[in-house]
């Protein structure tokens, strides 16, 4: 079959959903099937939009968008593309709006950062702690206390830490057992003694 100028040129039919345009099948699409839902657009934006004065640089941004997007593959549904286009563009603005520049703020404090050095009674308690701690270590039998600082330290699993002790896993699962009975009795049955005593 031979084309002529009047079948070769197929404007009153569009191109099949999802097929990539030319320039000039995209300008003629852009102009048929999006301009003539820029009032849908401009009412989604004004309910949606947080800043009134934003919305005119919105429908070109959605605008651009959905011309380039053409340009690769034609939407099926144009009017929930273009909504879809301006939704993603709101939630963008709404995420870039949220991010505070390190340059804009001086000085960290007036951000009100949280800190996470602890306070100086946290300090004294934790070192408190840790020497009680390591004095009910020192109080455990060698193998316990070895058992445990690999389990609890070094966060061994108990297969490993018998290879390493050459220990069967059911001896290291006592070991650990008994010492952990152990430290709770050295830290804990240390401060209920304390706390009850006048």
């Keep these: 079959m031979i084309e ?15 097929a990539s345009m030319t320039q000039s099948d995209a300008d003629l699409w852009f102009v048929r099937e999006v301009l003539p839902l820029e009032s849908a657009l401009m009412q989604y ?16 941004d959605v605008y651009v968008q959905v011309y380039e997007a053409a340009l690769i593959a034609r939407p099926e549904r144009p ?11 709101l939630i963008n603005r709404v995420r870039r709006d949220q991010i505070v520049r390190i340059e804009a703020v001086a000085d960290l404090e007036a951000v009100n950062v949280a800190m996470d050095e602890p306070g100086p009674e946290r300090a004294v308690i934790a070192r408190d702690m840790l020497r009680r701690l390591q004095s009910a270590l020192d109080r455990l039998p060698a193998r316990c ?21 050459g220990i069967a ?13 152990m430290l709770a009795d050295c830290l804990y049955g240390e401060a209920g003694e304390t706390g009850s005593n006048p």
Excluded at 148 to 165: C, D, H, N, Q
């Design 45 to 60: 934006l004004r309910r949606n939009c947080r800043n009134r004065a934003d919305i005119a640089d919105l429908v070109q």
């Design 79 to 89: 009017r929930a593309f273009v909504l879809a286009t301006a939704r993603n563009l």
């Design 4 to 18: 002529t100028p009047e079948t070769g040129r197929d404007d009153a039919s569009p191109r099949a959903a999802g």
């Design 145 to 165: 206390r070895q058992a445990v600082i690999m389990k609890k330290v070094e966060g061994l699993p108990a297969r490993e830490i018998a290879r390493r002790m």
């Design 169 to 181: 896993e059911n001896t290291v699962n006592r070991h650990l057992t008994e010492g952990m009975l």
